[in-house]
């Protein structure tokens, strides 16, 4: 490439097994053709049987790296995966306002609000999830919660569109601008629609529904490829479509490997 990229700024916590987490938020970036930079939250030990356990970084250290790259690099997008303590995502939340991330300074913020692996294993402390509601919901320029995300943030049980369409507005009330609610949980319907919604466009993504466990790292990849997108001053319909297409290439090639659940994949 010739020329300086666009950059995109994670803000999530590294995984072992190298299928999820900060892992595949670069590798998403580099292929979708930003520049990656990284904000590190927690080290979890995990490989594709399970999160073993994790360590949460200390919050004035997750706080130095933003202020870092920003001050001196520049963010034209940023994403958070997961944030382990309620701490954290007060510290990062002051943080984005200081460095003018956000929907109200016009920075693309994507919120993927991790709060267990799907192997069950939590990623958040309980806690926290007061904190992503109040202090980053309203900041967000999009969240991407799958189902059980949705739940445990507004109490709604996503069953079919009519309850996926409730989900989006009741994300929405919590402040952000763009609510995309993922139905790849959805495991009765035969196809994987996404509800996108900014409380007046209703935008149905439907795609194909892959046979395959092996989806580790997928959420965090659907959500990077928005963000890259973003990145490149798409909006954000076109950046939705543009992750949605990535994912499913990624999900289509995802490969077995270890004993557990396989990542998707990044190599097509
Ligand atoms: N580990 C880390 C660090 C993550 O950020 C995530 C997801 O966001 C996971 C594990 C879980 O990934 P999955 O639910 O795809 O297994």
Redesign the pocket.
């Known amino acids: 490439m010739s020329g300086t990229p666009k950059t995109a700024l994670t803000i ?4 072992s097994g190298g ?4 892992q595949a938020d670069l590798r998403t970036f580099f292929a979708c053709g930003v520049h990656g930079m990284t904000a590190i939250t ?1 080290v ?1 030990v ?1 490989n594709s049987l399970g ?1 073993q356990g994790f360590t949460e970084i200390p919050p004035d250290v997750v706080t130095a790296q933003i202020r870092a790259v920003a001050e001196d690099m520049g963010v034209d997008a940023a994403k958070t ?2 944030l382990a303590t309620a701490q954290i995502i007060e510290a990062v939340a002051e943080t984005l306002d200081e460095v003018h991330i956000g929907r109200s300074f016009d920075v693309p913020f994507v919120v ?1 609000p ?1 709060a ?4 069950g294993d939590p ?1 958040l402390r309980d806690e926290a999830l007061e904190a992503i509601r109040t202090q980053l919901f309203p900041r967000a320029t999009l969240v991407t919660p799958n189902l059980d995300e949705v739940r445990l943030l507004t109490g709604v049980e996503v069953t079919d569109r009519e309850s996926q369409r409730r989900a989006a507005d009741a994300l929405l009330a919590l402040g952000p601008q763009w609510a995309l609610v993922k139905g790849g949980h959805l495991y009765t319907d035969p196809e994987c629609v996404d509800l996108l919604s900014d409380g007046v466009q209703h935008i149905e993504l439907p795609g194909p529904r892959y046979d395959t466990k092996h ?6 990849t659907l959500a990077s490829a928005i963000t890259a997108s973003l990145a490149q001053d798409l909006g954000v319909p076109d950046a939705v479509a543009e992750g949605k297409r990535f994912i499913e290439r990624s999900v289509a090639d995802a490969y077995p490997l270890g004993a557990g ?1 396989g990542p998707v994949s990044p190599f097509w």
């Open positions: 999530a916590g590294s995984d299928g999820a987490g900060i927690a979890t995990q999160v995966g997961m993927d991790v267990a692996s799907m192997t990623l989806t580790h790292g997928g959420g965090d659940v």
